[in-house]
C-alpha cells in the first residue's frame, strides 16, 4: 500500500511569488492534515480536513495560505504571496479518522530566497 | 506556553547504552504518539498509546496518565537509532513537543 505522497520535494521561489503544494494521502483515510515544520521544532497544524470539509483552520494564515481538499481526497496548499519567513517543511498526514495513527508524507521543503 | 514537553532536547549515546526519552503533557488527551524523524526525512509513527505500555523491538514506550507523563525507551541503541523524537498527543487537537534529537556514536 502506497504511503502519504506529496509533490514537490523541493522548492526554491523568490519572495512574492505564489507557490503550490500537492498531498495524496493514503487511501481510505478520512482526514487529511497539513503542518509546516520549522528546523528544530516539532510540526505546527495549519489546517485538518475530514473529508473535504476544513475542520480546523483556526492557525493557517488566511491572507495568504489558502487550502482545498476536492472530492475528500488529494489537498493543495497554497501560499500568495510567499514571505521569507515562510521558508519551512510542510508536511502532509492523513488518518483513517480524526484521532487515529497519522500517516506522514515525505514533506516538501520550501525555500523563500 | 508548550502543552507538550520533551526531555531533553539533545542526548548523545555509546552504542548499546539504555536511552530513556521523557515526555510531559498539561492538556486531557484520548492517546499519546511517539514519531521518529531522520534528518531529511519524513515523520514515522512508531507507537500510538493511551494506556500502559508497548514494546517494538528494542523499542518500549510507556505512559502514565494520572501523571500525564510518558517515556521512550531504547534499549542496545544503535547509531541508526539517530534522528529526532517526538512526542504529540491528541487533545482537542493535536499537540508537538519540540523533539530530542538523539545520536549515538559507534
Known amino acids: 500500500e502506497a504511503g502519504v505522497v506529496q509533490s514537490p520535494r523541493y522548492k526554491i521561489i523568490e519572495k512574492k511569488q505564489p507557490v503550490a503544494f500537492w498531498c495524496n494521502p493514503i487511501?481510505?483515510?478520512?482526514?487529511l492534515y497539513w503542518y509546516l515544520q520549522n528546523l528544530g521544532q516539532g510540526p505546527e497544524l495549519l489546517i485538518r480536513y475530514e473529508n473535504e470539509e476544513a475542520v480546523d483552520d483556526s492557525q493557517l494564515p488566511k491572507d495568504r495560505f489558502s487550502a482545498e481538499r476536492l472530492k475528500g481526497v488529494d489537498s493543495t496548499l497554497k501560499i500568495q504571496p510567499a514571505e521569507l519567513g515562510d521558508s519551512a517543511v510542510y508536511l502532509c498526514a492523513s488518518s483513517l479518522y480524526s484521532g487515529y495513527e497519522q500517516y506522514f508524507g515525505p514533506g516538501t521543503r520550501l525555500t523563500v530566497t | 506556553k508548550n502543552e507538550v514537553e520533551q526531555s531533553p532536547q539533545n542526548l548523545t549515546a555509546q552504542e548499546g547504552e539504555f536511552i530513556t526519552i521523557n515526555c510531559s503533557y498539561s492538556?486531557?488527551?484520548?492517546?499519546l504518539h511517539w514519531l521518529q524523524q531522520h534528518p531529511g526525512g519524513g515523520i514515522v509513527s512508531l507507537f500510538m498509546l493511551s494506556s500502559g505500555k508497548k514494546k517494538h523491538g528494542r523499542l518500549i514506550a510507556t505512559i502514565n496518565i494520572q501523571e500525564k507523563h510518558s517515556s521512550l525507551h531504547i534499549t542496545a541503541s544503535h547509531p541508526r537509532d539517530s534522528a529526532v523524537y517526538i512526542c504529540a498527543v491528541n487533545g482537542n487537537q493535536f499537540y508537538f513537543g519540540t523533539g530530542t534529537s538523539l545520536t549515538v556514536i559507534p
Open positions: 487511501s481510505g483515510h478520512n482526514t
Open positions: 492538556v486531557g488527551i484520548s492517546a
